[in-house]
């Protein structure tokens, strides 16, 4: 028989209550678990061999280019081709002693390797050109000049101004133009009969040719005489003009001298107030007081307007943002190929190198050699640090010894593509544990 | 199961050069796409060397015979056979064939002259870098003919000195106990001769048994212990190379011995025996004074001084067994250096300071080794049936010993280099013992 619930003691039931709470709860949270997440394949490290590049982009652009092009906004104004690295070296160069020299050199102390002489770097021809083109600049353009009025004209127009004198020159004008059309007519004819002789000497593919020059000095010709005519008509007709209103002409004149004048004494005041004010400027600049960067931080400080930037620069103009690549494009020796390389080649060094000292320095020689795709050495090999220690030089001078004598290097066809990742060699001697 | 291996360039080096290295390769991995080689270890082989025969104007002396010699003998040289010559140097101031040379494998190549100079021998020598293709050093020297195997020693110092970057030890003596006779009865005498046993000349005659000759460190003077066969204790004598003077140091009621010279050749620091027990003593040389340094109811012998001479080495058997104890110069409280296994005897401290020298006595067998001054990086360079009397060369790179094969035959002088490495017979007349290796004779008053 089940006891009658005694809701004054409520722990029995209560306790009943939670545990099924707890049993459901546990039934439905346990049913489901949430599936594991697949797990992505690992990358090899290898692989990933520089990040840097992949990372090249801009974050705030949208897509993914397979080249990252560099964001430039503006074309720069200088191009500099050459880093200021080669500039310094390109000195006149030592002449690298003879074998003879180097023989008989007594100094031990400088008896470093002689370093290959740095064949002088050609001036970049773009320099030369920027270099050759301020003079052109500097030598202003010829400025167009109006063209000059006829002298016939001008003396014409100056006659004109003569009243006495204009209905004869007209009269003379009349004459002398029909003497010109007289003779240009007889001129024309004979051209005409020369040409129509020529062409019948001529060959026939000639004629053509020679037809169409003739036409084109005739119409040239007529050409230049209807200008002729037409000017003269004009003189004639400005000259009646002109003296059948003297007055006229005399009040423009008049009206013209005046507001030349005016316009000359405008150009004198304003000249002169420029003066002054160049003047006023000159005068200011010099009382100015000196250079304070306070002041400018000042302001600077007290400008509410936000940074702005006037764009990047380059050499062609290109508005696309990338948001970088989506494989580096640099050949990278992995980790593994690097530490074996570095096995290998050291390896080799070692094998010619003979210890000829009883102790070790406490500063180990390091020494730098640049190797050849083929693997022999570029150029002699490099001492990089120096020590005050006897045995220092003994260790370097063995290791150098042993570096050359070991040169070309055997290094693996499959390494060619990291030629640059490992042309430089840097090697430190340490014979701590021989000794 | 993975378990972490070391990279092989890694495993190769001490740990104390393992953190400079690791450094090395981080700073310069940061800095640029270079390759970084940790290169430790190498060849202990000798290096290639060819010594030309001089170019003979007038002086007809085997000068090169000796300087081939030499660096042979000093282990870190392999000379070339003249049969592998590519050329014959003839004229002395024409540059050699690198190439040709290269080809024989010579890494370092020795040309030199020898002419008459108004009755006087000059000799010049050029030391060539023949991968280099240059000179590295080149000197020449002027003296009387008779002379010219020190000329010869010279120049092998200073071609061992360029290429090595350590002083050179050939141009020095060696003082011993030259044994004659059957071993019943073997008679001894103190004899000195060049490092290379060349020059041997007995210095004693045969009324005095010798032992423990010592070279001042900066003169021809040489100090040691001798039993008059007549009779009468045994005493400490002085005695000048250059003049042949002997003179007795003090004159001591009891027997005094193992006597060395201090650094600077003012002191002679020795053992004066007591009652059975025997103590340090320091005598100014001067003034003849003494300086009593030790009070102990032990054997203290063998006392060396520290090249700076603010500490002397001794040996004791203060603590039950031979061991070596280290106190300063003035006396005071000595402190024990060696714990190894065995007894330890006849300490000498190196020239340059950086090592001392002992007899180790374990089990049945006599070695030869060194420790640094406090005791740590003990290394026994030769064990044997019997070896004792380290000595150190001036330069402190080579120790010179005898060994002693037992029977009938007798001790011989042996040569070793502190790595161990390079070891040779000292050449020498007859049975020779206790050698002293003297300074260089160009720094000697």
């Known amino acids: ?435 | 199961m993975n378990h972490f291996k070391m990279p092989a360039f890694l495993q190769q080096y001490s740990v104390s050069s393992a953190l400079g290295a690791m450094l090395f390769v981080a700073l310069s991995t940061a800095a640029h796409a270079e390759l970084n080689i940790n290169l430790s270890g190498g060849n202990f082989q000798p290096m290639p060397i060819a010594i030309t025969d001089c170019v003979n104007e007038g002086q007809a002396t085997p000068v090169a015979s000796v300087i081939t010699n030499n660096l042979s003998r000093s282990g870190l040289f392999q000379p070339l056979p003249k049969e592998q010559f590519p050329e014959r140097i003839s004229n002395f101031d024409v540059p050699p064939q690198f190439d040709a040379w290269k080809a024989r494998g010579a890494q370092a190549l020795v040309t030199c002259r020898v002419s008459n100079d108004g009755g006087r021998l000059k000799a010049e020598f050029r030391l060539f870098d023949v991968f280099a293709n240059q000179q590295l050093v080149g000197q020449q020297y002027s003296t009387d003919p008779a002379s010219w195997r020190r000329v010869a020693h010279l120049i092998s110092d200073a071609v061992y000195s360029r290429i090595t970057g350590e002083k050179g030890f050939f141009d020095s003596r060696v003082v011993f106990i030259d044994e004659s006779g059957p071993a019943k009865h073997r008679r001894k005498r103190l004899a000195i001769m060049d490092q290379d046993g060349a020059n041997f000349k007995a210095l004693s005659g045969s009324d005095m048994l010798v032992v423990t000759p010592r070279f001042s460190p900066n003169s021809q003077e040489i100090t040691y212990m001798g039993f008059p066969l007549s009779g009468g204790d045994p005493k400490v004598y002085l005695l000048d190379v250059s003049r042949g003077s002997r003179e007795v140091v003090g004159n001591f009621p009891n027997m005094s011995f193992s006597p060395r010279f201090s650094p600077d050749g003012r002191r002679i620091i020795m053992s004066l025996e007591q009652n059975g027990n025997a103590n340090l003593y320091a005598m100014d040389l001067q003034s003849r004074s003494m300086t009593r340094l030790t009070t102990t109811a032990a054997i203290d012998t063998s006392p060396s001084y520290s090249p700076d001479g603010s500490q002397i080495v001794f040996e004791s058997d203060r603590g039950g067994t031979q061991q070596l104890y280290l106190m300063p110069a003035g006396g005071g409280s000595a402190q024990r250096i060696s714990f190894g296994e065995g007894r330890y005897s006849t300490p000498v401290w190196s020239p340059k300071g950086d090592y001392i020298a002992f007899t180790r006595q374990k089990g049945g067998s006599f070695g030869i080794g060194i420790m640094k001054p406090d005791g740590s990086g003990e290394r026994i360079l030769t064990e044997g049936f019997h070896n004792e009397g380290p000595t150190w060369a001036p330069n402190g790179r080579y120790l010179m010993f005898f060994r002693d094969p037992g029977g009938q035959g007798g001790p011989k002088l042996f040569m070793v280099d502190i790595t161990g490495r390079v070891q040779v017979q000292v050449p020498t007349p007859n049975y020779a013992s206790d050698p002293a290796w003297g300074p260089l004779l160009s720094e000697t008053r």
């Open chain 1, 1 to 435: 028989m089940l006891k009658r619930i005694d809701w004054k003691e409520p722990g029995f039931p209560l306790s009943i209550a939670l545990h099924l709470v707890a049993v459901l709860w546990g039934l439905f949270a346990f049913s489901s678990p949430p599936p594991f997440d697949a797990a992505n394949e690992a990358i090899p490290v290898e692989v990933v061999s520089d990040v840097s590049e992949m990372t090249r982009g801009s974050k705030k652009a949208e897509k993914v280019l397979p080249n990252t092009p560099e964001q430039v906004d503006k074309v720069a104004d200088l191009r500099k081709e050459n880093d200021p690295g080669q500039e310094k070296t390109d000195t006149a160069s030592i002449k690298p002693p003879t074998k003879q020299e180097e023989t008989v050199k007594d100094d031990p102390a400088a008896a470093e390797p002689p370093q290959a002489a740095q064949p002088p770097i050609p001036t970049p021809p773009a320099r030369q050109e920027a270099a050759k083109e301020p003079p052109k600049e500097a030598s202003q353009p010829p400025i167009p000049t109006p063209p000059s009025k006829p002298v016939k004209a001008a003396s014409a127009v100056a006659a004109a101004q003569d009243e006495p004198d204009d209905k004869r020159e007209a009269e003379i004008i009349r004459e002398q133009q029909k003497k010109d059309q007289a003779k240009k007519a007889e001129e024309a004819r004979k051209l005409a009969d020369q040409k129509k002789a020529e062409e019948a000497q001529k060959l026939a593919d000639q004629k053509a040719a020679e037809q169409k020059k003739a036409d084109e000095a005739r119409k040239e010709e007529a050409r230049k005489l209807a200008e002729q005519k037409k000017q003269l008509a004009d003189k004639i007709a400005a000259a009646e003009a002109k003296a059948e209103h003297e007055a006229k002409l005399k009040a423009e004149k008049l009206a013209e001298q005046r507001k030349k004048e005016a316009e000359a004494k405008a150009k004198a005041v304003a000249a002169a107030k420029k003066a002054a004010e160049d003047k006023k400027r000159q005068e200011a600049a010099e009382k100015a007081p000196a250079f304070d960067p306070n002041a400018i931080r000042n302001k600077l400080m007290a400008s509410h307007e936000r940074p702005t930037s006037s764009g990047s620069t380059g050499a062609q103009v290109s508005r696309t943002p990338s948001l970088g690549t989506r494989t580096a494009t640099g050949a990278k020796l992995s980790p593994s190929d690097r530490e074996a390389l570095v096995g290998m080649i050291g390896d080799q060094i070692r094998r010619c190198w003979n210890l000829t000292v009883t102790s070790a320095p406490s500063v180990k020689p390091v020494v730098h050699i640049e190797l050849a795709a083929n693997g022999e050495l570029v150029a002699a090999p490099r001492l990089t640090n120096s020590s005050g220690e006897p045995n220092f030089r003994a260790v370097a001078e063995s290791g150098m010894r042993a570096i050359r004598q070991c040169s070309p290097y055997r290094i693996p066809a499959k390494y060619a593509q990291y030629f640059d990742d490992w042309k430089n060699i840097n090697v430190r001697l340490d014979p701590s544990d021989l000794l």
